[in-house]
T-cell receptor, first 116, second 113 residues
Framework: DAGITQSPRHKVTETGTPVTLRCHQT?????MYWYRQDPGHGLRLIHY???????DKGEVSDGYSVSRSKTEDFLLTLESATSSQTSVYFC???????????????FGQGTRLTVV | GQQLNQSPQSMFIQEGEDVSMNCTSSSIFNTWLWYKQDPGEGPVLLIALYKAGELTSNGRLTAQFGITRKDSFLNISASIPSDVGIYFCAGQLLYGSNYQLIWGAGTKLIIKP
């Protein structure tokens, strides 16, 4: 298994509170991604990173911010959580990323976030 | 945004049956990926397809990259209980100057007891 650890695995938080999810990798891969997974929508890209301090928006980035200060860590922050952000969040890594063809991504186990 | 239609949404099958699922789009893809997700886990890559017409097998799994580059299918032969899970297709295409991965909504495979 690719060395990806997401924390926490489960979290319940109140509307309006800030939340930070962490993704840690031991593979030294350049690219890291945050997805959310909701029934009927498959996986939707929130933000991705193509290097330390290099990030870009994905399909559903509104309400989310990210930071990558080290190769191994990619943080996803919900500045003010809303009920629509209740979801399962997956981190993924890949050596070449979505900006190159023939890309294979490896996923973490997910974080189940509930906003009440 | 880009659309990728995956069907069926769910399947109830008997152990030992063959399974077929597919993904279609109006967009042209240069790579198709098939993933399986077990409950409480992240998706795991099963098969990657890189050329139109390519047919690739991984054990009891076979997947093909459609000739038109707009579709792909995944077949599972002689299903067993551990095949239960959600199967996702993902297609990679060039959007502007960057490549993007577009995901299907998933096919949930359930084996009848």
């Amino acid at each position: 298994d690719a060395g990806i650890t997401q924390s926490p695995r489960h979290k319940v938080t109140e509307t309006g509170t800030p939340v930070t999810l962490r993704c840690h990798q031991t593979e030294n891969h350049r690219y890291m991604y945050w997805y959310r997974q909701d029934p009927g929508h498959g996986l939707r890209l929130i933000h991705y990173s193509y290097g330390v301090k290099d990030t870009d928006k994905g399909e559903v980035s509104d309400g989310y911010s990210v930071s990558r200060s080290k190769t191994e860590d990619f943080l996803l922050t919900l500045e003010s959580a809303t009920s629509s952000q209740t979801s399962v969040y997956f981190c993924a890594i890949s050596p070449r990323g979505q900006v190159a063809p023939n890309t294979e991504a490896f996923f973490g186990q997910g974080t189940r976030l509930t906003v009440v | 945004g880009q659309q990728l239609n995956q069907s069926p949404q769910s399947m109830f099958i008997q152990e030992g049956e063959d399974v077929s699922m597919n993904c279609t789009s109006s967009s042209i893809f240069n790579t198709w990926l098939w993933y399986k997700q077990d409950p409480g886990e992240g998706p795991v890559l099963l098969i990657a397809l890189y050329k139109a017409g390519e047919l690739t097998s991984n054990g009891r799994l076979t997947a093909q990259f459609g000739i038109t580059r707009k579709d792909s299918f995944l077949n599972i032969s002689a299903s067993i209980p551990s095949d239960v899970g959600i199967y996702f297709c993902a297609g990679q295409l060039l959007y502007g100057s960057n490549y993007q991965l577009i995901w299907g909504a998933g096919t949930k495979l359930i084996i009848k007891p």
